[in-house]
Structure formats: structure tokens, C-alpha cells
């Protein structure tokens, strides 16, 4: 039994730092991750609200049956406390590029993200004319 030794000695300080200093270096890496991480949550949540604002108009639209005049324009301000909401409704005579018998429904949903940028989408559906 007098042959075994212990060893006492532990971890040094330096190595202490070392890891630390490893570990610190990992975590910078991180980082620029999730900043755009979170940005790009931030951004995809204003989209889906975008997607229900124009959703909700265009199903509105839908259930209507004749528009007057034409072209057919309304802008909504503020939605959300975000958003802008511009529907337009064209025919062949309004416009050229819609086929003949539908209305074409164009609406316009737009906003300024965190960053400052200017941001829109555009849905369009057909109805058909009666």
C-alpha cells in the first residue's frame, strides 16, 4: 500500500482560462446566427400578418357580386398599426391584360420592416363576371 501515490495537482489556472477562453470564442461564433435568427423571425411573422390582411380582403371580394365603377380602387391605412392594404378590380376594358368574362382582384399589402426597408407582397385572384 505504501507504493501508491496520489496525484493532488488539479487543474492549473492557465488551463481554467484556456477553456475559458475557447468557450468565449465558440459563443462570438454564434452570435451573428442569432441576430439573423432573429430578424428573419421577425420578418416571417409580418408576412403571415401581410398573408391574413390580403387573405381577408380577397375572400371578402370574392362574396361580392358586381363591382361599380370600374376600375375598382380602395386603400386601407394603418392595419395592424403596419400595414397598407390597396385592392384594385380591373375587366378586359380596364385593363387589357385580363381575359374577358373575369375580374381580376389585385391586392396590395405593404409596410416597413425593423429595419426600415420597404416591403410589399401582391395577390391576385379571378372572378368570374355575371
Known amino acids: 500500500?505504501?507504493?501508491?501515490?496520489?496525484?493532488?495537482?488539479?487543474?492549473?489556472?492557465?488551463?481554467?482560462?484556456?477553456?475559458?477562453?475557447?468557450?468565449?470564442?465558440g459563443i462570438l461564433g454564434l452570435a451573428p446566427m442569432l441576430v439573423s435568427t432573429i430578424f428573419s423571425n421577425s420578418y416571417s411573422g409580418d408576412v403571415t400578418k401581410a398573408n391574413v390582411i390580403a387573405q381577408d380582403k380577397i375572400e371578402f371580394m370574392q362574396s361580392l357580386v358586381a363591382f361599380n365603377p370600374l376600375p375598382w380602387t380602395e386603400v386601407t391605412n394603418?392595419?395592424?398599426?403596419?400595414?397598407?392594404?390597396?385592392?384594385?378590380?380591373?375587366?378586359?376594358?380596364?385593363?387589357?391584360?385580363?381575359?374577358?368574362?373575369?375580374?381580376?382582384?389585385?391586392?396590395?399589402?405593404?409596410?416597413?420592416?425593423?429595419?426600415?426597408?420597404?416591403?410589399?407582397?401582391?395577390?391576385?385572384?379571378?372572378?368570374?363576371r355575371s
Open 1 to 25: 500500500m505504501l507504493g501508491i501515490t496520489k496525484n493532488d495537482r488539479g487543474l492549473s489556472l492557465l488551463e481554467v482560462l484556456v477553456a475559458m477562453l475557447i468557450l468565449a470564442f
Open 78 to 128: 394603418n392595419l395592424n398599426g403596419l400595414f397598407t392594404r390597396s385592392t384594385r378590380v380591373d375587366v378586359d376594358s380596364t385593363d387589357g391584360s385580363v381575359p374577358s368574362g373575369v375580374y381580376r382582384i389585385r391586392v396590395t399589402v405593404s409596410w416597413t420592416d425593423k429595419a426600415g426597408k420597404a416591403r410589399s407582397i401582391n395577390y391576385y385572384t379571378y372572378k368570374m
